[in-house]
Nanobody
Framework: QVQLVESGGGLVQPGGSLRLSCAAS????????MYWVRQAPGKGLEWVSA??????YYADSAKGRFTISRDDAKNTLYLQMNSLKLNDTALYYC???????????WGQGTQVTVSS
């Protein structure tokens, strides 16, 4: 059974850092594209970052501040978030999907709140 479980969210002041984790089970993260997607209050889903093979990609809003990484031994995806801003406040989801198949799984999300 495929499962994605996020953790690491919380309340942080502007300029602070958080590291999100996404523990995967039922499949091997290194074999699939993995994504971080967020949803701010009252807004739609926003893609944040992606990791596929040895390649990483970031939305403009995340470039230079966020780092996606993967620990294959732990089958876990991470998102290190530095220099957090008020508008980074959102529910952050870990997900995997393939546009050419029915492969699509999402975690339950972890809340990140940036506030002074």
């Amino acid at each position: 059974q495929v499962q994605l479980v996020e953790s690491g969210g919380g309340l942080v002041q502007p300029g602070g850092s958080l590291r999100l984790s996404c523990a995967a089970s039922g499949f091997t993260v290194r074999s699939y594209w993995m994504y971080w997607v967020r949803q701010a209050p009252g807004k739609g889903l926003e893609w944040v970052s992606a990791f596929g093979g040895v390649s990483t990609y970031y939305a403009d809003s995340a470039k230079g501040r966020f780092t996606i990484s993967r620990d294959d031994a732990k089958n876990t995806l991470y998102l290190q978030m530095n220099s957090l801003k008020l508008n980074d406040t959102a529910l952050y989801y870990c997900a995997t999907w393939e546009s050419t198949s029915t492969w699509s799984y999402w975690g339950q999300g972890t809340q990140v709140t940036v506030s002074s």
